[in-house]
């Protein structure tokens, strides 16, 4: 969207809202990204659901907010869902701005399928979809997870993965009642899958020494409650930290004889990388955004434990 006509528009029409590209990097402007686009999403969508709702023969459109729940709700969902998600794993959520194409499909889809964690940057998605998607529902996949000490990446564990299917499986036979079957057969065949990571993920954690992780980001909250592990996090509330706070970090790690020190994508690597060097270790990418979730999670596990 960042220098597109779309953009040139916004800035001209608000001037006062659109001080620079940070100002899209607050909240202040969906009101107007979404009040502008659901115009012209309207004008489209009469169009589209004059010749079609969509051009797949698939029953439910889908929205979701990233893509681990986009494989979720197509492996449940099977041929009666198209799934599309708002931010792509290669972005970095907390300041993607969606397109006005992802706009117009929101204001077609049938319902949303929101993580529910309390996580920052689907709230302005949520809002939005509601003020451009007046028959659309929305549904929570966290109901029913405990949230630990409020953090929201609840995707990245086993044992959620199974609360947040049985969430899915519901939202999709609430909407298709006469495909309740079929979804149920999808939602077992998914929680096998779930169950044949946590044998390896059990069998892995007890090669896993020392029993604590050094991470940059707080993602793996979930999964070091599975597996027993401690969680030493380099961020902060989500803040970068100062040159006291590392210091901090690395001696704690030391104490731990940790080697690894493990970041995703958007994360700092300058600053994981001076981590590692002190440690005299290595920095190790993994995908917390990855849409085979389990994959990714499972991934993990192998590399702390070799």
């Known amino acids: 969207m960042r220098g597109g006509l779309f953009e040139y528009n916004i800035i001209n029409t608000y001037p006062r809202i659109y001080k620079g590209k940070s100002a899209l990097n607050t909240n202040r402007l969906w009101p107007v990204i979404f009040t502008v686009t659901g115009l012209l999403a ?17 029953s439910l459109l889908v929205a979701t ?127 096998a899958r779930i169950d044949n990571v946590d044998e390896k993920l059990k069998h892995l954690s007890g090669r896993v020494e020392p029993k ?30 100062g040159s006291r706070y590392i210091v901090e970090v690395i001696q704690k790690a030391r104490e731990r004889n940790i080697k690894k020190i493990f970041m995703t994508t958007g994360d700092n690597a300058k600053t994981a990388q001076i981590i590692a060097r002190e440690l005299n270790g290595k920095a190790v990418l993994f995908h917390s955004l990855a849409e085979d979730i389990l994959d990714a999670i499972e991934d993990v596990a192998e590399k702390l434990a070799a």
């Not at 494989?71 to 998600?85: D, L």
């Open 42 to 58: 309207a004008v489209f969508a009469f169009t589209g659901r004059f010749l079609n709702k969509d051009i797949s023969v698939k």
């Open 65 to 191: 907010t990233i893509p681990p729940y986009k494989r979720i709700i197509e492996e449940i969902g099977g041929q009666e869902a198209s799934v599309f998600v708002m931010i792509p794993a290669d972005r970095d959520p907390h300041i993607y701005e969606p397109t006005p194409g992802q706009l117009m499909r929101l204001e077609k889809a049938d319902l949303y399928i929101k993580i529910g964690s309390r996580i920052d940057f689907e709230n302005s998605l949520i809002e939005g979809f509601r003020s451009i998607n007046k028959g659309g529902r929305v549904y929570d996949s966290a109901n029913g997870i405990e949230l630990i000490d409020q953090e929201p990446h609840v995707w990245f564990s086993a044992k959620n993965l199974r609360i947040i299917a049985r969430n899915i499986y519901e939202a999709l036979a609430a909407e298709l009642p006469e495909e309740k079957d079929g979804f149920l057969e999808n939602y077992g065949k998914f929680v």
């Open 212 to 241: 604590a992780v050094l991470v940059y980001h707080p993602v793996l909250t979930y999964f070091c409650r599975d597996l027993g592990l401690e969680q030493i996090c380099v961020e902060r509330e989500g803040k970068e930290p």
